[in-house]
């Protein structure tokens, strides 16, 4: 039986002057998942977070349905770890202030207890000596303390869902694993789920139950993280894995996922990936795939069935003459 969802997104649309970039996306956010969104640039990842959130940019027009609808309760219900930690957090307020202000706007507490929920977060967080920290102002903190204090601030108010755009985009790769643990631990303290978008494939490997995987605004593939890395099914999915570094065979160029996606708006009869895509052939070319119950996943795709495993060899380059 399929876990309960936290909440469901059927059939969204986003669209900037007509011209949609996220194409009619449905899946469900469980109890407690690490779920990953990757994709390459444009696919719509932060688009469908944003739209979680109820923080799309003006202009958007949107149809299809999120319920239920935690754009009321940002903060609280729901929370959004952003990629850039300076930008979440004001320059002029005490950190342990803005944290206890945070609490204070969903919870009616004394601001004793606000300041307590704020210290008893930063400690969580791991940033040490906490209570005299919390009356520092961001400038006074490392960047690494700022991004703890700016996870600090997303599960503040223990909220069911947190959403993590691109949140180790600046950072080595020390960092990132770093980042993306204490983001994991916190979920795992606060029980929330976590939605990680990224286009960092190699974060999602240990780190997600599932991984979403999109591509020009629709779903590719969808389903348990390790059963998708040990063997996608969908051609772009081993694209991007055929595209790490480590999966370069010895002699090999350095492997790249050939061509680039679609410009939004641009008009194909088929799959938007099939100009890219080596199985493409008959229906890839006529009708777009929608998404379908394949291998314990779900797959967008025509031919998946004939995708070879290993599939690297595809997407690999033959060195060029020098
Ligand atoms: N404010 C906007 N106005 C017009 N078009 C937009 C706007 N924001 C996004 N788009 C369009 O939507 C597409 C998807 O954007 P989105 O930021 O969701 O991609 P992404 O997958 O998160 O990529 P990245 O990894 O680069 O952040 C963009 O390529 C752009 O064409």
Not at 46 to 70: C, E, K, Q, V, W
Not at 210 to 227: I, K, N, S
Not at 261 to 285: D, V, Y
Request: with cysteine.
């Amino acid at each position: 039986m399929e876990p309960e969802a936290l909440l469901s997104v059927r059939e969204l649309r986003i669209a900037f002057d007509g011209i949609e970039a996220v194409r009619g996306l449905s899946f469900d956010i469980r109890p407690r998942e690490v779920l990953a969104v990757v994709g390459e640039s444009g696919a719509g990842k932060s688009l469908m977070a944003r739209a979680l959130l109820g923080m799309l940019p003006r202009g958007a027009a949107t149809s299809g349905t999120i319920s239920p609808d935690l754009s009321a309760h940002r903060g609280h219900r729901i929370s959004l770890v952003p990629q850039d930690a300076l930008s979440a957090l004001s320059p002029v307020h005490r950190v342990g202030d803005q944290l206890a202000a945070a609490v204070r706007s969903v919870a009616r507490v004394s601001r004793k207890e606000a300041k307590a929920r704020a210290v008893a977060a930063l400690d969580r967080v791991g940033i040490p000596d906490a209570a005299r920290r919390a009356r520092a102002y961001p400038h006074e903190y490392s960047g690494g303390m700022r991004q703890r204090a700016v996870i600090a601030m997303a599960t503040v108010n223990e909220p069911g869902i947190v959403v993590a755009d691109e949140p180790t985009t600046a950072l080595d790769e020390e960092h990132r694993d770093q980042v993306l643990e204490l983001l994991a631990e916190q979920r795992e303290a606060v029980g929330a789920a976590l939605v990680l978008v990224t286009h960092d494939m190699d974060a999602v490997g240990g780190h997600a139950d599932r991984v979403l995987v999109m591509y020009a605004g629709r779903l590719t593939e969808l389903g348990p993280a390790d059963q998708v890395l040990a063997r996608p099914r969908a051609p772009y999915t081993a694209g991007l894995l055929a595209s790490l570094p480590r999966n370069a065979a010895p002699g090999r160029r350095l492997p790249a996922l050939p061509g680039a996606p679609p410009a939004p708006g641009t008009p194909a009869p088929g799959c938007a990936f099939a100009p890219r895509c080596p199985l493409a052939a008959g229906p890839c070319h006529t009708a777009e795939p929608e998404p379908r119950e394949a291998a314990g996943r779900l797959v967008a795709c025509h031919r998946w069935e004939e995708l070879p495993h290993p599939a690297h060899d595809l997407f690999l380059q033959e060195p060029q003459p020098a």
